[in-house]
């Protein structure tokens, strides 16, 4: 979704970093083991990859998501132990 | 909020039935009770006692006051319960124990456990059994027991309240080590505290992320125990359905603090997209709003994705944008979220888009976002002009103007923006980068507009600036080439071929000028010299590609024919009709260029031809006619042959036939050809349905142009998804040249605002595919091509709202 993000790289990044922040990833994600990732990798790297398409991000970009849903790919799956607190309140409210 | 239930006419209906006996009062006043009608049970009790005192009559009220007491706890009241309770134990002391129990419970809600506790301690099994009931449904912190004074250091109950309540904290505060909760063992299944000891249980395998184990655990936790109400946020949590759309702020807040803030976004987007569907506003708005503040502290790249989906989606639907602009942050004077409006503008209204992009560039400039000169703003520019339609006269139309003099005009006294000026908008971006993308489009816009001269102009410009640039120079040949000025068109070649000589562009140059020239002899009966051109042409690389040799071979009789050369004439057939192989491609070029070249041909001898050669040799000159840009007139049995034997055509031959059909002027073959590849599983099906209605647009009437409008926005549609922009902007070409007619039944009904286009549904997709492959019957097409003059007829786009009267009279032709 953001390039710049699945490259992990600063909106400032040149073309040598780009280049080595992909085949840095490509590492984590090969195709044949992970065909998703390097399909985000790629299409990460293909919006990136020169000063033109970088600009043209900037002045153009981001694209419209076509599903709305999507977004939702940006918070990660997270467990946080909030204590005991916010679990019990939950029982101690009065019941409706 | 909790309901009083007002209470209605009871008296009548508890009077003391007269000469009624016990039995009839036990079953009427059991019967209310059993109804839930415990107020009117306790009045027919109490009258009854007034009537009839003893003993029976006591038990039965003291079961309608236990009925009361049951339902007034189960509404929450439990103050109300207990002060009932109390009374009846005042009043009917012999039924004590019976009210003392249901006490306990309106005691432990209102969170004093001590009476029952210390009851407990001392009574009997099935007391205790009865207490613990109590307990086990009022428990809602297992700390209540573990610090309870009143029950003993050593009572098992406190020891394992204690266990699960150290549990429930180690368990939500952090990673727990192996066997942390061993002590959870001790507690029986049949404990008032193994709900809670299933709740740690499932609270671990949550944060374990052992999503079958949650769930597994939660499955034995009774409904009517304490740490029940926690079940339906706990399968939420883990991505299971069933906690209710309407939370209370204890459930929301656990949601938002234990899963982040991905089960909210989650909620919020399913309900925003729902809401989108439904074109609910006032639901997708508090949607948005709930979304915000999770993308306001995002990456900019997430919150730029965030807003230019909503806005796009918004404007997909058709909603107006006031109220979500005044929701979204920063507002219309933000760089940025000009940007983003202009973008989501552009598909459906460029003019507006236009005036967008130019309020971007001036707040850029302003704020120092943007420099005043670089490639940055040129490609801004360049942007906007590119927003122009391809059409001079749409562009005319939507700016409500007669001709470019006026629109000038306009712009100048100020009328018009001075951004719809799109040579001054290409100006600009040339100074500010003179990139070649920049002259491409003027050459391009003069191209438009009419204007080869200063086209031309643009592109000796271009040519100067970039002298290694090979377009400008292709671009001067072809011109040339047009005006018949071959020679100067050689010059430039000349010039191409120093740059780089084995560019196909410049081949293909090379060939075509080569043959023009060749042509040129024959028409001017040099045959000899023509010969001798054709000759040097054989061994251009371009000669063999494709019906290339055929095309020579052809030129070659011809000449040899002009010549007299019989011998060479009648070698020269023998060689084409094998090169052809293909007597309806042979008799297509011949004719061809006996009318092209306007040389009266020997006949040929006649052979027949099957339905796949008529096929075959119809694409194949299509594509050869196209390739070389030479005019290609087909007979109309060759046509008509063609039409009949689509069946037999390849996927290939059928794309080959629908551009041909078009390039030609003669939609009926494109409309039949689209409609067989259409019939074929083909993944480029889409292109089939551009050209159906690419061939629809030259249809006359409404309904065909309804139909060109479906067939090229599914078209659109699924071009775009397959990433063919070259198939897109065909396919917004031709819909620019369809006329609004939306717009004009907009007028006759009364309904003042321009009809939005809405986004097609699949379903809607599925239905135009299958309407078109279903649809064999051809149309009326005009004779000659559709001039592009006759939209001017059409009622302007935008004129309607503020002229609207004067545009509905002179659609009409009123004499006076």
């Given at each position: 979704m ?18 080595a ?6 590492r ?8 998703e990732?390097?399909?985000?990798i ?34 990660p ?12 309140n939950?029982?101690?409210e009065p019941r409706? | 909020?909790r ?5 209605h006419?009871?008296?009548k ?11 009839a ?11 839930g ?7 027919a ?15 039965l009220?003291v ?13 929450g009241?439990?103050?109300?319960a207990?002060a009932?309770g ?7 002391p ?12 309106s005691?432990?809600a ?9 009851e ?7 007391r205790?059994?009865?207490?613990e ?23 098992p109950?406190k ?12 368990v ?26 299933l ?21 034995g936790?009774?409904?009517d ?7 339906p ?7 299971e ?8 702020p204890?459930?929301?807040?656990l ?11 989650r ?23 709930a ?13 730029r ?26 507002g ?26 130019d ?50 005009r ?40 009419g ?31 047009r ?13 191409a ?8 562009e410049?081949?293909?140059?090379r ?19 023509a010969l ?21 071979l052809?030129?070659?009789w ?11 004439a009648?070698?020269?057939e ?5 090169t ?21 041909l ?5 052979a ?10 119809l694409?194949r ?10 005019p ?32 030609m ?27 159906r209605?690419?061939?629809l ?7 065909v ?10 078209g ?19 819909l620019?040249?369809?006329?609004d ?6 007028v ?13 549904t699949q ?13 064999h ?7 000659t ?15 309607l ?16």
């Amino acid at each position: 979704m953001d390039p710049f993000a699945v490259l992990g790289i600063e909106e400032t990044a040149d073309d040598e970093a780009v280049r080595a922040a992909y085949v840095q990833a490509l590492r984590t994600s090969p195709p044949d083991r992970d065909p998703e990732g390097f399909r985000r990798i790629r299409e990460a790297y293909e919006a990136l990859r020169d000063t033109e398409s970088r600009l043209a991000l900037r002045l153009f970009g981001p694209p419209p998501l076509a599903n709305l849903e999507e977004l939702l790919d940006a918070f990660p799956e997270e467990r946080r132990y909030v204590g005991p607190g916010p679990w019990l309140n939950v029982l101690r409210e009065p019941r409706r | 909020m909790r309901k009083h239930k007002k209470h209605h006419g009871t008296g009548k209906r508890t009077q003391p039935p007269a000469g009624l006996g016990l039995e009839a009062w036990r079953i009427r006043i059991e019967s209310l009770i059993a109804s839930g009608k415990s107020r009117d049970a306790v009045e027919a009790a109490k009258q009854y006692l007034k009537h009839t005192p003893g003993p029976e009559a006591e038990a039965l009220a003291v079961k309608a006051y236990a009925a009361r007491i049951e339902a007034l706890q189960a509404s929450g009241l439990h103050r109300e319960a207990q002060a009932i309770g109390a009374l009846v134990r005042e009043r009917f002391p012999a039924h004590q124990s019976q009210v003392t129990v249901l006490m306990r419970q309106s005691e432990v809600a209102a969170g004093n456990f001590d009476a029952l506790l210390a009851e407990l301690v001392t009574a009997d099994t099935p007391r205790q059994r009865e207490l613990e009931a109590i307990l086990a449904r009022g428990l809602t912190e297992p700390a209540v027991l573990a610090e309870s004074p009143v029950l003993p250091a050593d009572h098992p109950l406190k020891r394992m309240a204690r266990a699960v309540s150290d549990a429930l904290t180690a368990v939500t505060t952090g990673p727990l080590p192996a066997g942390a909760l061993a002590s959870l063992s001790d507690i029986p299944r049949h404990s008032l505290l193994a709900p809670w000891k299933l709740l740690v249980r499932a609270l671990d395998a949550f944060y374990r992320h052992d999503d079958a184990a949650v769930l597994a655990n939660l499955s034995g936790i009774p409904a009517d125990s304490g740490p029940a109400r926690l079940v339906p946020v706990l399968r939420r949590l883990v991505g299971e359905d069933g906690l209710p759309a309407e939370r209370s702020p204890a459930v929301t807040t656990l949601i938002e603090h234990a899963s982040g803030h991905r089960t909210v976004a989650r909620i919020q987007l399913s309900q925003l997209s729902q809401a989108l569907a439904a074109h609910d506003e006032r639901k997708a708005l508090a949607a948005v709003q709930a979304l915000l503040p999770l993308f306001r502290t995002a990456p900019t790249a997430l919150r730029r994705t965030f807003l230019v989906s909503v806005l796009h989606h918004w404007h997909r639907q058709g909603l107006s944008p006031d109220r979500l602009l005044r929701l979204l942050p920063s507002g219309k004077h933000d760089p940025d979220m000009l940007r983003l409006l202009a973008l989501t503008l552009e598909r459906g209204e460029w003019d507006t888009a236009l005036a967008m992009w130019d309020g971007y560039l001036t707040t850029a400039t302003a704020t120092g976002l943007l420099s005043t000169t670089g490639p940055e703003r040129a490609r801004v520019l360049l942007h906007m002009a590119n927003l122009f339609p391809a059409d001079p006269e749409a562009v005319l139309d939507t700016l409500e103007v007669d001709s470019e003099q006026q629109l000038q005009r306009r712009m100048r006294t100020g009328q018009l923006p001075a951004c719809f000026d799109r040579v001054a908008l290409l100006e600009r971006a040339r100074v500010a980068d003179p990139v070649p993308q920049v002259y491409r489009a003027l050459v391009a816009h003069y191209d438009q507009w009419g204007n080869p001269k200063r086209a031309e102009a643009e592109a000796e410009a271009w040519r100067r600036v970039h002298p290694q640039d090979l377009e400008p120079l292709l671009y001067l040949i072809r011109a040339a080439e047009r005006r018949g000025a071959i020679r100067k068109a050689l010059a430039f070649l000349a010039e191409a071929e120093a740059l780089d000589r084995v560019h196909p562009e410049v081949r293909q140059s090379r060939f075509r000028l080569l043959l023009a020239g060749a042509e040129r002899r024959i028409k001017e009966g040099k045959s000899a010299l023509a010969l001798d051109d054709l000759e040097r042409l054989v061994h251009e690389p371009r000669a063999s590609e494709g019906d290339h040799p055929a095309y020579l071979l052809a030129l070659r009789w011809i000449a040899a024919q002009q010549r007299g050369d019989t011998a060479a004439a009648a070698q020269l057939e023998q060689t084409l009709t094998t090169t052809v192989a293909n007597p309806v491609l042979r008799g297509l070029i011949l004719e061809a260029l006996g009318a092209s070249l306007k040389v009266q041909l020997p006949p040929f001898p006649a052979a027949a031809s099957t339905p796949g050669q008529v096929i075959d040799g119809l694409a194949r000159a299509c594509d050869l006619f196209r390739a070389l840009d030479r005019p290609l007139t087909v007979p109309a049995a060759v046509l008509k042959r063609a039409e009949q034997s689509l069946a037999n055509a390849s996927a290939a031959q059928l794309h080959a036939l629908c551009a041909g059909g078009l390039w030609m002027g003669r939609p009926a073959l494109t409309y039949h050809a689209a409609g067989r590849g259409l019939a074929l599983s083909d993944p480029l099906a889409y292109r089939f349905l551009l050209a159906r209605g690419q061939a629809l647009c030259a249809g006359r009437a409404f309904e065909v142009e309804e139909r060109a409008r479906a067939c090229l926005r599914v078209g659109r549609e699924l071009a775009g998804r397959a990433r063919d922009m070259e198939a897109v902007r065909e396919a917004s070409t031709a819909l620019d040249s369809l006329p609004d007619w939306g717009m004009f039944d907009a007028v006759l009904t009364g309904v003042l605002s321009p009809p939005t286009e809405t986004a097609l549904t699949q379903e809607e997709i599925t239905q135009i595919i299958e309407r078109e492959r279903r649809n064999h019957t051809t149309p009326q097409f005009p004779a000659t091509p559709t001039s592009r003059k006759r939209r001017r007829s059409k009622p302007p786009r935008r004129r309607l709202p503020r002229g609207l009267l004067e545009d509905i009279f002179s659609f009409f032709p009123f004499d006076d």
